[in-house]
């Protein structure tokens, strides 16, 4: 869905069997690329100092291939940097943001990716893990409304008043030996989700 929540596209999931295999006999590590959100926060901030536009793409499908017996290689793509042109790609396991000084790099990567890997293109940025992406000619800008609005209504507090301190903070508290039982993996989902929301800090303008 988009930050609207409209469905942009359907997705399905497949998992074969993954519960038979055993570390050290049918693999021995996995590894997705993930980039940190610093570096995705960082790589934002430098294409609007650069001013141009962000697109994203996202894997069709995915699977898990056999070991290779053979020696594998890497080289950088032809037409990275061209002359003073420069291309940005960012990769969190199955999805793409980039971004080039020079449109037509653009072009020439999302063409290659799309032919090499079958990638959909999404378009300029928009919505990217919790994020919603405005690029305008005067900045960018983000914000998390749609990731905080849907915790919300996750853990059951859309009709909940907001209040700056929620508590006296001089109250000494007691255990409650007569409350009820905590979920707590409910709670540390709802932990987890306030870390990264505040991890976030709200909405930007970079």
Known sequence: MNEEGYVVRNKARLVAKGYCQEEGIDFDETFSPVARLEAIRMFLAYVAH????????DEKSSFLNRLLDEEVYVEQLPGIQDGESILLVQIYVDHIIFGSTNKEMCDKFSNLMQWKFEM???????????LQVKQLKDGTFINQTKYTRDLMKKF???EKSSVKIPMNTSVKMDMDVDGKPV???????????LLYLTKQAGGHHL
């Open 120 to 130: 959909s293109m999404m378009g300029e940025l928009t919505f990217f893990l919790g």
């Open 183 to 193: 979920d707590q993996t409910r709670y540390r989902a709802l932990i987890g989700s």
């Open 156 to 158: 059951g507090m859309e």
């Open 50 to 57: 650069k001013n141009f536009v962000v697109y994203q793409m």
